[in-house]
């Protein structure tokens, strides 16, 4: 009887041992798969190019886009052309800017009735000589001219430049009108890619001020963050406040966000964006007019590049922490492409504290 005993003791404790060995062995796995994922949150003010980062790394790292998301995006870039013809004919009237063609009258009935359409529809036909003959009127242009004071998004001279492509009867979006189509980004959305042995998930969340409460919860763990600044904001009204400065934005929000402990330990890279549509604005719009403490030459790129960047860099309360620094355009990705090449290096090489050991 206490022979059986024994054995039967001995027989449980060696079952709970084995159980123990195989709880511990799936830790170890579970361990060494996450410090082989890189989280990585994308921040910035609105309009500063996240959402196009993300496209970016689907069509760099992800396989790209399918058929069927190409086809969902049709009705969104219809829509942006829509939007931002009714956005200029409202500003008009509050710039006391009137049509310097008669005919604008009646192309603007058409832009204004002008319903939304679906997956599968076509462009309406009437449109595309509405907005055509739209462009053309001078009134358009002077109000276009001044889009910094109203946020007119960027996308518009791009779509309008290939507005006969878009109204073909046949029309799939290519790379390019998927990374210029604009949809504002609420709530959270990420995008899960590999490059050699790391997986990487990244995170979008909303820029414009009312989504900004939900960034708290994606914090904790975060290996890397990743801000976003559009140069071309300097002289640019928010789409949420014509009164604020896009730039002062996203200096007020930069300085609060390198500077909490939720980031002790991620590593800060700084994406001063849109570097394309800056150095264009710096030739009639001088970076004196919206920052007096600049003391370069208006018309000089190098020296405007270089006064954001120090500025952004002077924020940093921890001299022990380095940012690092990177002038982008989110919708060029062969660009992008070098520049995330360096990010990566950086993420390897610092090896995010020991993270992948």
């Keep these: 009887m206490c022979f059986g005993k024994?054995?039967?003791?001995?027989?449980?404790?060696?079952?709970?041992?084995?159980?123990?060995?195989?709880?511990?062995?799936?830790?170890?796995?579970?361990?060494?798969?996450?410090?082989?994922?890189?989280?990585?949150?994308?921040?910035g003010a609105g309009e500063s190019g996240k959402s196009t980062i993300l496209k970016q790394m689907k069509i760099l790292h992800a396989n790209g886009f399918s058929q069927d998301e190409r086809r969902e995006i049709r009705p969104i870039i219809f829509s942006n052309l829509i939007v931002a013809f009714k956005i200029i004919i409202d500003e008009m009237s509050q710039l006391d800017i009137s049509f310097e063609i008669k005919e604008s009258e009646r192309f603007e009935a058409v832009i204004l009735v002008s319903e939304d359409i679906g997956p599968d529809d076509p462009f309406p036909m009437e449109c595309l000589p509405a907005m055509k003959g739209l462009w053309a009127d001078r009134g358009v242009q002077s109000a276009i001219k001044r889009g910094n004071e109203y946020a007119l998004h960027d996308n518009l001279t791009y779509f309008f430049g290939n507005i006969d492509r878009l109204f073909a009867r046949d029309y799939i979006p290519n790379d390019q009108d998927m990374l210029r189509s604009r949809l504002r980004t609420t709530g959270i959305t990420e995008t899960v890619f590999e490059l050699g042995e790391l997986t990487y998930h990244m995170f979008d969340v909303g820029g414009q001020r009312s989504e900004r409460k939900k960034w708290i919860h994606c914090f904790e763990g975060v290996q890397c963050l990743m801000f976003l600044v559009a140069l071309s904001g300097y002289d640019q009204c928010l789409v949420e406040d014509k009164t604020a400065n896009q730039m002062q934005e996203a200096i007020m929000l930069f300085e609060s966000i390198v500077n909490t402990s939720w980031f002790k330990r991620s590593s800060i890279i700084l994406f001063l964006n849109k570097v394309d549509l800056f150095k264009e604005k710096l030739e009639h719009s001088p970076v004196t007019e919206y920052f007096p403490d600049y003391q370069g030459s208006n018309t000089d790129f190098d020296a405007a590049c270089h006064f954001f960047s120090d500025k952004f860099r002077d924020l940093n309360r921890n001299r022990e922490k380095e940012i690092y620094i990177h002038f982008t355009n989110a919708t060029d990705t062969n660009l992008l492409k070098v520049t995330m090449q360096s990010v990566q290096d950086m993420i390897i090489q610092n090896n995010l504290n020991n993270l992948i050991l």
């Design 6 to 43: 024994k054995t039967s003791a001995f027989s449980a404790s060696s079952i709970e041992l084995q159980k123990n060995e195989e709880i511990d062995k799936m830790i170890r796995k579970d361990k060494k798969k996450l410090k082989k994922e890189i989280k990585i949150l994308l921040l």
